[in-house]
Each structure stands twice: as C-alpha cells, then as structure tokens.
C-alpha cells in the first residue's frame, strides 16, 4: 500500500511540473520535458498525455483560410520519449492506430505555424548515442493524412522522468515526413501480427519493465491540460464500477483485414435534453479505436442524420459540418452503445470549436467506422493485447492512481474509484468523489489531424517494415456545464428546435 500511495503522490507531483518548467516563450507551442527522476511501481510505466488545441496557438483566422481540410493540425495528443545514450527527448504523437515507432519529421516543409510547433518537439541524431546502431535498411509510411520515409535504427528508448528504459529497441529516423508535426508512437499490435520486428509494446513486455502487454488510456476531456498513458497498469481513478469486456474482432472478421483494435458497436443514439432519444439506423458496426485521429468517421448517411439533428444542413467549404456553438453548453449527449457499456459523449465534448465557430466532430466514410478523439475522450480504455480484448468505461477523474498490473485476467474484477453516481454524465471532473484511502485492489501491485478519410494507409513491405497490414494514421473532466441551471433553462429554449 505504501509504494502505491508513493507512486500516486508522485504521479500528482508530475503532473503540475509542466505548468512550471515551461517558459512563457514556449508556453503555447511547446511541451515541456520532463527533468526529475520518478520511481515507478514494477511494471507500471505511467506518462502524461499532453493535448495540444491549435486555438491555442498563432493566427487561426490566417490558418482556417490558407489551409484545407486535410492538413490541419488543430488538435493533438502527444506525449514524451528519450533516445540514445545520453537521452535525447523528443515528442511523439500518441497513436493506436498504427504499428511503429518513428521521430524527427520534416518541419521545413510545415506552414509557419506548425513549423514553429514541430521544432520545438525535439530531434535524435543517432550519430550522437553511443549506443545506437544503424540498421540499414528503409521503409516509408504512408497514413490517413501525411507520410514518412525512415530509416531503421536500434537504440535505448527511456521514458523522461524514470529511469525505465528498454535497450537495443528498433524504431525509425525519418529522413522526410509530409504534413506531420511530430514523430508518431504507433502502439497497436507488433512483431509476427502487423510487422516484423517488436515494436514499442512489444519491448516494453519482453524486457520485464511491464509484466503484460496491457495499457490504458484516459485523453482526459477538452477542458483539461493533459491526460494519462499506463503502460502494463490502469488508473483506478478514471472510471467507477467494473471495466465492461470487448472482445477484439480478429484481422480475418474485420473491415480491412488488418489486425487493429476492432470492436463490435450495438447502436448509436442521441439523447438531447428532451430525452426524446433517437436511434440511428443501421447503426450496429464494427468500429475500431484510433488516438490518432482527431475526428470520430461515420457512415455518411448517419452522419448526414446526426448534423440534421444538430440543425446543420449542409457542410461547409472544408468539409465541416457547422453548428451552433450554444450547444456547447446544452446537456445532451450522443451514445455509443457497445456490449454491456454504453459511452456517453456530450455536445461539449463532440463539438469542436476554432476561429469562433462551432462544427461536429464526425466525418463520413465509406470504408469502415473509426472512433477517434471526439469519442474516445469520453472513455476510459485498457488495450489488452494478452487477451484480445478492450475493457472499456466512461470517463470520469477523481484523482490519480496509476498502478501495474500482475495479469490482465485480474480486469474482470478491478474496480474504479471513483463514485458510481457521476459514471453516466460523460467526461467530468466537477462532481466527482475522491479515491478511497483503502480498496486496493489485489490485482494493482502497491497518450493530430483532422481527416475525411480513413487513417489507414497503404500495405507495405519494406525492409524490416509491415508483414503487409497498412498503418494507420494520427488524435478531461469537464468542470461543469459552464452555466447555471436558470441559464441552462432559457438557453435550452431559445435552442429548443435543435434539441428536440
């Protein structure tokens, strides 16, 4: 219990040193890096998740003129890596998506703004590590949004603030990228699945720093600073209740044949505040679940269905579908229904906002259906990979409580800490009743683009690259509702054609 306390406190400690160590200069366009060594629990590895919204930064007047739909980067959710012998730090977008591990993009090639954003994530020279070995061998990857041309090297992979480490770990250097800000953590399946060497997952597992090949995922919502990444554990302070079971759809099953985090979805449903709740046709899918990518796809008549709900009848010139940014503040939700779970996403949370103007964070495809970040930011996740299988709950925050896990059988009986009664109200901090000082459980030892495409790419062979399967593509406790419950009233009135 002592150690678990410990490493709560100093994951609390890590998480308000950013404000901190970043300066005012950098503080829109940078993440800061971390600088203190932080014993973790064994087999618990837990990192921020930094989100970056482009609102923040520079001139979005200038920006939602001079760039198209596809190569905005607005909102992204990046954390840190070091590399080499001494460390180099570099920033890495968190991607289930994908498969590799890759930095150092091409940032001359990058509009002024972005440019500004990707030089400040960092850069390895490998020349400069004496640990690293050139391979010699080259791939490119192609995504949803973007590409990159590599070069495979082994080196150390620390993880900034520990003094984890994995050693002799295979990732790639690009030597050009296009339309990417960062370097990309792919961290779906690995060695013998998806390509043919291990990948970061892979390492972490088989040089015992994790003991599973299990890691959960909390984006947090639009109104926090960052999120959390527990590599081999879970953070029993993101959810209440017990976590429900997704079997993950086999390769063979699924949309596009690759092995992805593919789940099946029951229904789609949205719930304004009427509670006059309407089901969406058809609505019953596959779905698969990708950090990388900024906006959740739909089929393009459901989507068509949602935005007409929203009282959107058109989208606009960059391929949005314009709403009333008043919604924001409207307590509605859209709900995803899978197997014994049911996410619910609120307006605030599936409406995405710049330059003053409001759109849904949906786009259509024809291929298959991806659930990006206006979803996932609303769901607590654990990818388990030992037993094929999401466990998946609706996000909450009463804390921190990052702990390793023993086995991932022990899922099915964890339990979250956080109150029960605040489980269903979506992505929110607000209400919520702190962690107990006891109850750990006996199986806790003591991580974009905006795209109207898929993010899947093309199948590639390179050497020491994919078996074949494509990668993929790279994208917080609500504080309240915003307005009192007079407001809410008469803001729900004067909307009342668009919530019915």
């Not at 954390?79 to 498969?99: I, K, M, Y």
């Amino acid at each position: 219990m002592a150690h678990r306390r410990l490493c709560e406190l100093l994951w609390l400690l890590a998480t308000a040193a950013p404000a901190l160590l970043v300066s005012p200069a950098l503080a829109q366009d940078a993440f800061p890096p971390s600088t203190a060594i932080e014993p973790h629990d064994a087999g618990c590895v837990h990192m921020p998740i930094f989100h970056r919204n482009r609102e923040q930064h520079g001139n979005p007047s200038r920006r939602a003129v001079q760039l198209p739909f596809s190569q905005r980067f607005d909102v992204g959710y990046y954390t840190r890596l070091s590399f080499g012998n001494p460390p180099q730090e570099a920033l890495v977008h968190l991607d289930t998506g994908s498969f590799e591990l890759w930095i150092n993009p091409t940032c001359s090639v990058l509009s002024a703004g972005e440019r500004a954003f990707c030089q400040t994530g960092g850069n390895y020279d490998w020349t400069k590590s004496s640990t690293a070995e050139d391979l010699g061998t080259t791939n490119q990857l192609r995504y949803g949004i973007g590409a990159a041309n590599i070069s495979y090297v082994r080196d150390t992979i620390g993880i900034p603030g520990t003094n984890m480490q994995v050693n002799n770990a295979q990732f790639g250097v690009a030597t050009a990228s296009e339309q990417q800000n960062a370097g990309i953590l792919g961290i779906g399946h690995g060695v013998g699945q998806t390509i043919k060497y291990k990948n970061f997952i892979d390492e972490l597992r088989d040089q015992n720093v994790t003991k599973t090949k299990a890691f959960s995922v909390a984006l947090g919502g639009k109104d926090e600073k960052q999120g959390i990444v527990v590599f081999g554990g879970v953070d029993t302070s993101k959810f209440a209740g017990r976590l429900a079971r997704l079997p993950i759809i086999p390769a063979m099953m699924s949309p596009d044949g690759v092995r992805r985090y593919w789940v099946q979805m029951q229904s789609l449903t949205l719930n304004p505040p009427s509670r006059r709740a309407r089901t969406y046709n058809n609505s019953r899918m596959a779905v698969f679940l990708d950090t990388g990518s900024t906006l959740t796809l739909l089929p393009e008549e459901m989507v068509k269905a949602i935005a007409s709900d929203f009282g959107s009848t058109a989208m606009d010139a960059q391929g949005y579908w314009p709403v009333n940014c008043d919604l924001t503040r409207v307590n509605g939700t859209l709900d995803f229904a899978f197997d014994n779970i049911t996410i619910r996403v609120p307006y605030k949370e599936l409406i995405r906002s710049f330059n003053g103007n409001c759109v849904l964070g949906l786009s259509s495809n024809s291929n298959f259906v991806l659930l990006g970040d206006t979803f996932l930011r609303s769901a607590y996740m654990v990818f388990d990979q030992d037993a094929d299988c999401i466990w998946m709950s609706q996000y909450v925050n009463c804390g921190a409580s990052p702990g390793a896990l023993q086995t991932t059988s022990s899922l099915r009986t964890l339990e979250g800490q956080c109150s029960r009664q605040f489980a269903g109200s979506g992505a929110g901090s607000a209400a919520v009743s702190p962690p107990t000082p006891s109850g750990t459980s006996p199986a806790m030892k003591p991580p974009s683009t905006i795209t109207s495409t898929p993010a899947s790419g093309t199948r590639i062979a390179g050497p020491g690259g994919p078996a074949g399967p494509a990668n993929s593509g790279p994208g917080r406790p609500v504080a309240g509702w915003g307005a009192g419950f007079a407001a809410i009233l008469s803001l729900t009135a004067s909307l009342w054609p668009l919530l019915v």
